[in-house]
């Protein structure tokens, strides 16, 4: 997995050397979402079409949803439902290695999250069209930490979601 992850990124970072379009603000924003979907695919197996992110910051903590767009896709329905149930164990723990591998970096307020998390209560729930990890916390820095996340989330997967 490890060499596959590098072989990605030297081709990931290959590409964009040949291709800087970076400069061009019509491109910068999509050749980065385009990357994170990309590595997003790789590190999950589940493909970023046909599915949509959401990313929910709440008074007491916050939400990760992922849904498919079409229910009937039982494959990746089953897939979405996996990835989200390892998420909320992987955090429940302090492992914060896949969203590092999805954005090429440590997400703002993951290693608050690793450190505080016995302050954290982590829970996953089916829903119709995929399912949700919900986060809450009564600790201020957890907290805080949470939203950072979660936010970065919005704004790297280029949700739409609300900041606030």
């Given at each position: 997995?490890?060499?596959?992850?590098?072989?990605?990124?030297?081709?990931?970072?290959?590409?964009?050397?040949?291709?800087?379009?970076?400069?061009?603000?019509?491109?910068?924003?999509?050749?980065?979402?385009?990357?994170?979907?990309?590595?997003h695919q790789g590190a999950t197996g589940i493909p970023t079409e046909g599915t949509e992110h959401h990313f929910v910051v709440a008074p007491d903590g916050g939400s990760i949803r992922l849904?498919?767009?079409?229910?009937?896709?039982?494959?990746a329905l089953d897939?979405?439902?996996?990835?989200?149930?390892?998420?909320t164990r992987s955090f429940a723990s302090g492992d914060f290695a896949l969203p590092t591998q999805i954005h090429?970096?440590?997400?703002?307020?993951?290693?608050?999250?690793?450190a505080r998390r016995d302050k954290l209560r982590y829970s996953y729930s089916d829903?119709?069209?995929?399912?949700?990890?919900?986060?809450?916390?009564t600790d201020r820095e957890a907290l805080a930490a949470?939203?950072?996340?979660?936010r970065f989330q919005v704004s790297d997967h280029e949700t739409g979601d609300s900041l606030e």
């Open positions: 997995m490890r060499t596959a992850l590098v072989v990605l990124f030297t081709a990931n970072a290959a590409t964009a050397s040949s291709q800087d379009q970076s400069s061009c603000p019509m491109h910068a924003g999509a050749t980065h979402k385009a990357q994170v979907d990309h590595r849904a498919v767009k079409d229910p009937r896709q039982t494959q897939g979405v439902r996996s990835h989200l149930r390892l998420i090429a970096r440590v997400p703002p307020g993951a290693e608050t999250l690793k829903v119709p069209d995929g399912g949700v990890v919900t986060i809450r916390t949470l939203h950072e996340f979660l």
